[in-house]
Antibody, heavy 121, light 106 residues
Framework: EVQLLESGGGYVQPGGSLRLSCAAS????????MSWVRQAPGKGLEWVSA????????YYADSVKGRFTISRDNSKNTLFLQMNSLRAEDTAVYYC??????????????WGQGTLVTVSS | QSVLTQPPSASGTPGQRVTISCSGS????????INWYQQLPGTAPKLLIY???QRPSGVPDRFSGSKSGTSASLAISGLQSEDEADYYC???????FGGGTKLTVL
């Protein structure tokens, strides 16, 4: 059974940093691209970042580019999101998600339960 | 502001067929496939439809997707109370999401 378990969320002041982790199990982690998607309270889904299966390719939404860094440790089946210079608008539930490919397109087939990040003074 | 436009709400009665639309442009839906996600209250999203009309194993065939030009639709037939949820369309390999549609089963 595929499981994605996020951790590291919490309360942080504007300008602060947090590092999210996502422990994956139930599949060959190193064979899958992964992503982070967030959802502000009462709002819709927003893609944040994605990383290739090897970690050699990383991609970011304009809203977080230069502040967030996605990475992975395939030896530990773990995905990370380093978040710096946090702003109030970064407050959201952050979901770790697995990406799969069909033909030449991608979709998100498994999602974690999410971890809440609150940025406030 | 989402680049994909969905109606904020939709509703139907049990057994009815409802459709949820997702409107975009030639630069997104027009040239990319659409995925659909269901988010039950208080839970994480779940994949419902991928690549316009492909249903993952385990998703009932009551759910179907289609795309034409710069618009896409999710159809739910035989509406059930447990279908009450938020539904999101997504494109550009899930880097662009619609604003979501809250489906109410009356």
């Amino acid at each position: 059974e595929v499981q994605l378990l996020e951790s590291g969320g919490g309360y942080v002041q504007p300008g602060g940093s947090l590092r999210l982790s996502c422990a994956a199990s139930g599949f060959t982690f190193s064979s899958y691209a992964m992503s982070w998607v967030r959802q502000a309270p009462g709002k819709g889904l927003e893609w944040v970042s994605a990383i290739s299966d090897s970690g050699g390719g990383t991609y970011y939404a304009d809203s977080v580019k230069g502040r967030f860094t996605i990475s992975r440790d395939n030896s530990k089946n773990t995905l990370f999101l380093q978040m710096n210079s946090l702003r109030a608008e970064d407050t959201a539930v952050y979901y770790c998600a697995r990406r799969s490919q069909y033909s030449s397109t991608w979709y998100t087939d498994y999602w974690g339960q999410g971890t809440l990040v609150t940025v406030s003074s | 502001q989402s680049v994909l436009t969905q109606p904020p709400s939709a509703s139907g009665t049990p057994g009815q067929r409802v459709t949820i639309s997702c409107s975009g442009s030639s630069s997104n839906i027009g040239t990319n496939t659409i995925n659909w996600y269901q988010q039950l209250p208080g839970t994480a999203p779940k994949l419902l439809i991928y690549s316009n009309n492909q249903r993952p194993s385990g998703v009932p065939d009551r759910f179907s997707g289609s795309k034409s030009g710069t618009s896409a639709s999710l159809a739910i037939s035989g509406l059930q109370s447990e279908d009450e949820a938020d539904y999101y369309c997504a494109t550009w390999d899930d880097t662009q999401f619609g604003g979501g549609t809250k489906l109410t089963v009356l």
